[in-house]
């Protein structure tokens, strides 16, 4: 019997913590494939984002996975948002991150290794400082939702947007 990936999903995210995640979907897995994890097909597929950025896409498992290293933060960077919500899991280091309200105002949330967290697809944020060297963190990609952009805010505080595959910020409209 195959297992969808929304329950390996739910198997992961309902865990105590992500190594906990981790064996209760090698588990499932298990049950339906006589595979260890030593004969699974998986393969690595790297996407640089920037010079302090890179992502590496795990490919062959049965819930989409992505982990994201982090060499430096950018604190002027313009704030984004993503194609989908998603949970994070702080493998090594930490980081600290701007999230920012529609009217330009914003707050800092920290996470350390360890640590388990939810992102909106929505959330528009930029990470500001890193906690403890570079950071690694697991990323486990809800479906796609929308397409993702940046974001300012004008001198008289309206937020402008650009999509991600566009250069001019134009005011932003209501979805």
């Given at each position: 019997?195959?297992?969808?990936?929304?329950?390996?999903?739910?198997?992961?995210?309902?865990?105590?913590?992500?190594?906990?995640?981790?064996?209760?979907?090698?588990?499932?897995?298990?049950?339906?494939?006589?595979?260890?994890?030593?004969?699974?097909?998986?393969?690595?597929?790297?996407?640089?984002?920037?010079?302090?950025?890179?992502?590496?896409?795990?490919?062959?498992?049965?819930?989409?996975?992505?982990?994201?290293?982090?060499t430096q933060a950018e604190p002027?960077?313009?704030?984004?948002?993503?194609?989908?919500?998603?949970?994070?899991?702080?493998i090594t280091g930490g980081y600290e991150e701007e999230i920012f309200y529609s009217d330009g105002t914003s707050i800092l949330e920290s996470h350390w290794y360890g640590e388990k967290h939810r992102i909106s697809a929505r959330r528009i944020h930029r990470i500001v400082r890193l906690l403890d060297g570079e950071c690694w963190t697991l990323v486990l990609p809800d479906p796609w939702e929308r397409k993702p952009g940046f974001y300012r805010w004008d001198e008289n505080g309206q937020p402008l947007y650009r999509p991600w595959d566009r250069e001019d910020f134009q005011p932003l409209q209501s979805e």
């Open positions: 019997m195959n297992r969808s990936i929304e329950e390996l999903q739910r198997a992961w995210l309902n865990s105590e913590d992500w190594q906990a995640g981790l064996r209760a979907v090698y588990e499932l897995g298990r049950q339906d494939t006589a595979a260890s994890p030593a004969s699974l097909p998986v393969r690595i597929r790297q996407e640089v984002m920037g010079p302090h950025f890179a992502k590496y896409h795990i490919e062959g498992l049965p819930i989409p996975a992505v982990l994201h290293y982090i002027h960077a313009d704030p984004h948002d993503h194609p989908w919500g998603f949970t994070s899991f702080v």
